[in-house]
């Protein structure tokens, strides 16, 4: 399993895109995102410089993906 240290909130949400999430809003420091497929959960990125490691796991979990997934769709 690769590390998920040093990926910014906007960083995170570009990588979401290319699996079909969109950009619906920012609730204070919060970016929520859509997946209009059944079954994908609505997410909810934190806008900071750094996201902590857990929360993008759990947010990683949520959309079916696997770490090394999330980290090349971060290329």
Not at 39 to 46: H, N, T
Not at 50 to 56: I, K, Q, R
Not at 57 to 64: M, N
């Amino acid at each position: 399993m690769g590390t998920l240290a040093n990926i910014s909130g906007r960083r995170a949400v570009k990588a979401f895109r290319k699996i079909g999430y969109q950009f619906v809003r920012q609730e204070g420091s919060h970016m929520i995102l859509y997946n209009p497929k059944p079954g994908y959960p609505i997410l909810s990125i934190p806008n900071h410089k750094e996201v902590a490691p857990y929360l993008l796991k759990r947010q990683i979990k949520l959309a079916h993906l696997t770490v090394e997934q999330f980290q090349h769709l971060l290329k």
